[in-house]
């Protein structure tokens, strides 16, 4: 009792019982006050690579523990994704056949699965607008509904 120890987040799941207050967590600096001010303020400047290359799924796990805090952590890592995520897509699609490792190292895992999505739909739009992109066909589910609404009439 009274022991700190750093422990995986799937454990702690595991261990916290709200009944038996088996353990108690901490919340960990980045979601802390006086991080969520610096979020507030300009979450664009913040490294969240740095701070943790995961910071929106955690932070979502954290909402997990009964914590007083859980409603402005919960508000902060909305917020930080509302204000990045503007200039994640406008990176990203303005950004055709370059280095691109300086704008992805400060992001979040999340972001750089964004700013990956984004590059893949400019290249995308790029090869259609060159004439390399192959002739447009009909999804197999768009196929497949017209079959099955036939086969039933028939029924």
Same mark, same amino acid.
Request: proline share 3%.
């Given at each position: 009792?009274?022991?700190?120890?750093?422990?995986?987040?799937?454990?702690?799941?595991?261990? #916290?019982? %709200?009944?038996? +207050?088996?353990?108690?967590?901490?919340?960990?600096?980045?979601? +802390?006050?006086?991080?969520?001010?610096?979020? %507030?303020?300009?979450?664009?400047?913040?490294?969240? #690579? =740095?701070?943790?290359?995961?910071?929106?799924?955690?932070?979502?796990?954290?909402?997990?523990?009964?914590?007083?805090?859980?409603?402005?952590?919960?508000?902060?890592?909305?917020?930080?994704?509302? %204000?990045?995520?503007?200039?994640?897509?406008?990176?990203?699609?303005?950004?055709?056949?370059?280095?691109?490792?300086?704008?992805?190292?400060?992001?979040?895992?999340?972001?750089?699965?964004?700013? +990956?999505?984004?590059?893949?739909?400019?290249?995308?739009?790029?090869?259609?607008?060159?004439?390399?992109? %192959?002739?447009?066909?009909?999804?197999?589910?768009?196929?497949?509904?017209?079959?099955? =609404?036939?086969?039933?009439?028939?029924?």
């Amino acid at each position: 009792q009274g022991s700190k120890l750093e422990i995986p987040l799937w454990l702690a799941k595991g261990l #916290h019982d %709200s009944k038996r +207050r088996v353990i108690s967590t901490e919340l960990p600096k980045v979601y +802390r006050e006086a991080w969520r001010t610096v979020f %507030s303020a300009d979450a664009n400047v913040v490294d969240l #690579h =740095k701070m943790g290359p995961y910071y929106y799924g955690f932070g979502s796990q954290l909402l997990n523990f009964d914590n007083p805090e859980n409603p402005e952590i919960a508000q902060t890592i909305l917020q930080t994704f509302v %204000s990045r995520f503007r200039r994640i897509m406008d990176s990203s699609q303005n950004a055709y056949n370059e280095d691109t490792s300086a704008l992805v190292a400060r992001l979040d895992e999340l972001e750089r699965a964004l700013f +990956r999505a984004g590059q893949k739909g400019l290249n995308d739009f790029q090869c259609w607008e060159k004439g390399q992109a %192959s002739q447009i066909t009909a999804s197999s589910l768009v196929q497949n509904y017209g079959k099955r =609404k036939f086969t039933d009439m028939d029924g």
